[in-house]
Nanobody
């Protein structure tokens, strides 16, 4: 069974940091893209950051550039998203997602490009 399990969310103050983790299991492809979308209440789900487990290439949305860093631990099959300088507008449910090849990281990710999803985890930034 293919599964993505998120952890690391919670409540943090403005300017603080969080590290989200996404443990992947059951994926048999040689490589894939993995990362996070987020959904703010009343808004569409938007892609934040993704990484290729093949060559480590990455994508970052403009609104997180300079504030986030994504990585992947091959030994643990786990992706990490380090988020710093958090703002109140970062409050959202964060979803881990993965895409089998072929995938692209040179443009904004689309929900339908990703067919494996975690349940989501709440991140709340208090002002």
């Amino acid at each position: 069974e293919v599964q993505l399990v998120e952890s690391g969310g919670g409540l943090v103050q403005t300017g603080g940091s969080l590290r989200l983790s996404c443990a992947a299991s059951g994926l048999t492809d040689d490589h894939y893209a993995i990362g996070w979308f987020r959904q703010i209440p009343g808004k569409v789900r938007e892609g934040i950051s993704f990484i290729s487990t093949n060559d480590g290439s990455t994508y970052y949305a403009e609104f997180v550039k300079g504030r986030c860093s994504i990585s992947f631990d091959n030994a643990k099959n786990t992706a990490y998203l380090q988020m710093d300088s958090l703002k109140a507008e970062d409050t959202a449910v964060y979803y881990c997602a993965a895409a089998r090849p072929p995938y692209r990281l040179n443009s904004a990710p689309l929900e339908y490009d990703y067919d494996i999803w975690g349940r989501g985890i709440q991140v709340t930034v208090s002002s």
